[in-house]
């Protein structure tokens, strides 16, 4: 889940929006609630349809950890290899662990 946050803030930086809404179904319900949990300031309402999000750790936690991760991802600043790209961001590219396409 955490690449699809990443992409959905280097689209929001790349298009230049302040706030925007965000619609999901199913999947992409399930991106919509976590990356509004994770950039609230930046989402001014949420839709998710037909969505879920495995508890698996204290909600504050998780998003904690999403927003470290993806501010770290999108910025350049990662320490992890696996969640650096290896190359401009797009819509079809896929993040990779130690520069080798997944």
Not at 63 to 91: I, M, Y
Request: hydrophobic share 35%.
């Amino acid at each position: 889940m955490l690449n699809w946050i990443i992409d959905l803030e280097n689209i929001r930086k790349e298009l230049e929006l302040d706030r925007f809404a965000l619609v999901g179904h199913s999947m992409g319900g399930n991106i919509s609630m976590l990356y509004s949990a994770t950039y609230p300031e930046r989402v001014s309402s949420t839709v998710c349809i037909d969505g879920f999000v495995p508890a698996i750790r204290e909600a504050s936690e998780v998003v904690k950890n999403l927003r470290k991760s993806a501010d770290e991802a999108v910025n350049g600043t990662c320490k992890n290899t696996v969640f650096k790209r290896s190359g401009p961001a797009s819509h079809n590219q896929n993040l990779t662990a130690s520069g080798m396409q997944d």
